[in-house]
């Protein structure tokens, strides 16, 4: 994960909210998990909220300006010196650590009630490491605290071995589950699923992907190329372009709970 979080640093920071189109730092595309998170606080009791990989913090300063929030303890944990940079000058609380390997105690006092959340950082941990990640946060929680998590997932198989097969041809270790494949590992890392809903799609385009995957235009239009032959050119989450291509990626929101 270290590599890919240090290939990706020249669009960490400020640079980091104007990528795709703003998607990452706009208050009304994040409503439905800052109100799905907020709906949920009520409920949790918890003194200690913690964002996972919440990069630059926008996420905890949404949540901020609700009421609730008043008492509780807002942390943002990730493990990029660029995007925690960001994040302190806002006035939140950093804790620089991977999201696979921190304890409870980095982030607070440890028999506080805990809540998580985190978006968009699961796919991260590639296919092979999503349930050992899962594991890890569940060791970290106790029995009835909350995990709520908006991840890019795929109804439909061919959607997800789409996108899977463009981020390998960019040489990325990212990897997207299908909605089946996600709900397996969390029940498998002891996670009970309370809730799903949809979440805003993400258009990425190729000049987007390149400048955050460092690509050259022959990059582009060779992967172009080589998605249309494996895909086709027009799917209901990739097209080509004359220059390039776009993909889609499909979010949903899962609410979970530490059994």
Same mark, same amino acid.
């Given at each position: +994960?270290?590599?890919?979080?240090? &290939?990706?640093?020249?669009?960490?920071?400020?640079?980091?909210?104007?990528?795709?189109?703003?998607?990452?730092?706009?208050?009304?595309?994040?409503?439905?998990?800052?109100?799905?998170? &907020?709906?949920?606080? #009520?409920?949790?009791? =918890?003194?200690?909220?913690?964002?996972?990989?919440?990069?630059?913090?926008?996420?905890?300063?949404?949540?901020?300006?609700?009421?609730?929030?008043?008492?509780?303890?807002?942390?943002?944990?990730?493990?990029?010196?660029?995007?925690?940079?960001?994040?302190?000058? /806002?006035?939140?609380?950093?804790?620089?650590?991977?999201?696979?390997?921190?304890?409870?105690?980095?982030?607070?006092?440890?028999?506080?009630?805990?809540?998580?959340?985190?978006?968009?950082?699961?796919?991260?941990?590639?296919? /092979?490491?999503?349930?050992?990640?899962?594991?890890?946060?569940? !060791?970290?929680?106790?029995?009835?605290? #909350?995990?709520?998590?908006?991840?890019?997932?795929?109804?439909?198989?061919?959607? =997800?071995?789409?996108?899977?097969?463009?981020?390998?041809? +960019?040489?990325?270790?990212?990897?997207?589950?299908?909605?089946?494949?996600?709900?397996? !590992?969390?029940?498998?890392?002891?996670?009970?699923?309370?809730? +799903? !809903? /949809?979440?805003?799609?993400?258009?990425?385009?190729?000049?987007?992907?390149?400048?955050?995957?460092?690509?050259?235009? =022959?990059?582009?239009?060779? #992967?172009?190329?080589? +998605?249309?032959?494996?895909?086709?050119?027009?799917?209901?989450?990739?097209?080509?372009?004359?220059?390039?291509?776009? =993909?889609?990626?499909?979010?949903?929101?899962?609410?979970?709970?530490?059994?």
């Amino acid at each position: +994960m270290n590599k890919q979080i240090n &290939r990706e640093e020249s669009v960490h920071g400020e640079e980091w909210g104007k990528l795709h189109g703003g998607y990452f730092s706009d208050p009304a595309i994040a409503l439905p998990f800052v109100e799905k998170a &907020r709906e949920l606080l #009520i409920e949790s009791h =918890a003194d200690v909220v913690v964002d996972l990989g919440g990069g630059t913090g926008f996420l905890l300063s949404q949540l901020a300006r609700q009421e609730l929030c008043g008492g509780l303890a807002l942390v943002n944990l990730d493990c990029s010196y660029v995007q925690l940079a960001s994040a302190c000058k /806002a006035g939140i609380r950093c804790v620089r650590a991977l999201v696979t390997d921190f304890r409870r105690s980095d982030v607070g006092p440890e028999n506080k009630r805990f809540f998580y959340m985190m978006r968009s950082v699961l796919h991260y941990f590639g296919g /092979a490491g999503l349930l050992s990640v899962l594991l890890h946060l569940h !060791s970290q929680a106790r029995k009835g605290e #909350i995990f709520v998590h908006q991840t890019a997932s795929f109804e439909d198989k061919g959607d =997800a071995a789409c996108l899977n097969a463009l981020y390998r041809h +960019m040489n990325s270790d990212k990897w997207y589950p299908t909605v089946c494949e996600l709900e397996s !590992s969390m029940t498998k890392a002891g996670w009970h699923l309370t809730d +799903m !809903s /949809a979440a805003p799609a993400l258009l990425l385009t190729s000049d987007d992907l390149a400048r955050r995957y460092a690509l050259q235009m =022959a990059d582009v239009m060779r #992967i172009r190329n080589v +998605m249309a032959q494996e895909f086709g050119g027009q799917t209901s989450v990739f097209g080509v372009l004359p220059n390039g291509f776009w =993909a889609k990626l499909l979010y949903r929101i899962y609410t979970c709970v530490a059994a």
